[in-house]
């Protein structure tokens, strides 16, 4: 139980373009879900946490408008790079935290996507 | 400020020696901790996590964690460490308000010796 995917698992893009990455629950019920950034051998860094049908909070020195974030339903999440450059290369990893039935005080996170703009 | 450190950025063991990987936090109560590992170029894995109640966690794989309280540390354990364990790992503090943010230590990488 408590599986999250993410999709595509690896994405390559021209600068300039819109990514689209996906993040859903597949057996359980997500109240929040929450974007993280990675980059090479270092921690995971929060950018945002969204819960459903309401906007996402941002955390401090993450680019609203850059990285759209929203989460229509209790088990999708969708994390968008606008206008993409280099330097948003990196590991997107989301997670989420359940409703009810499994532990609500837990993130559940998905594979994680790669993604390399040129 | 809430942190966590994790003061050993590389591990290395034998395979089927003990293991210590060591987390302190600071937090102004006791918050929830988590140990999570990551395979090169996957998502986290929840190993275990604390609460409350017993201060002396079972995870999967065998891993075990101790909270102690009067040393703000969640120092993950294993008895014999196989091959497969070789990872990232990482320590985590999660808030108990309604954000259910969590903070990450820096990690600690695991190699294990054949």
């Known amino acids: 139980g408590a599986v999250v995917s993410q999709h595509p698992s690896w994405v390559i893009c021209k600068s300039g373009t819109s990514v689209k990455i996906e993040c859903r629950s597949l057996?359980?019920?997500?109240?929040?879900m929450f974007w993280y950034r990675q980059f090479p051998k270092q921690s995971l860094m929060l950018m945002a946490t969204?819960?459903?049908?309401?906007?996402?909070?941002?955390e401090q020195g993450v680019e609203k408008d850059k990285f759209l974030i929203n989460h229509a339903s209790l088990t999708l999440s969708t994390l968008t790079v606008t206008s993409a450059h280099p330097e948003d290369s990196s590991f997107y990893i989301c997670s989420a935290r359940g409703v009810s039935g499994i532990s609500t005080d837990t993130q559940y996170f998905g594979p994680g996507t790669r993604l390399t703009v040129l | 400020a809430q942190s966590v450190t994790q003061p050993d950025i590389h591990i290395t063991v034998s395979e089927g020696a003990s293991l210590e990987l060591r987390c302190n936090y600071s937090y102004g109560a006791t918050p929830y901790l988590f140990w999570y590992v990551q395979s090169p170029g996957q998502g986290l894995q929840l190993l275990l996590k604390y609460f409350s109640g017993d201060t002396l966690v079972q995870g999967i794989k065998g891993f075990e964690a101790e909270f102690k309280r009067s040393q703000s540390s969640f120092n993950l354990r294993k008895p014999s460490v196989h091959w497969s364990d070789a990872a990232e790992y990482f320590c985590a503090v999660g808030a108990r308000d309604s954000s259910y943010k969590l903070i990450f230590g820096s990690g600690t990488r695991l190699l294990v010796r054949p």
């Open positions: 057996d359980f019920q997500a109240t929040t």
């Open positions: 969204s819960n459903e049908g309401s906007k996402a909070t941002y």
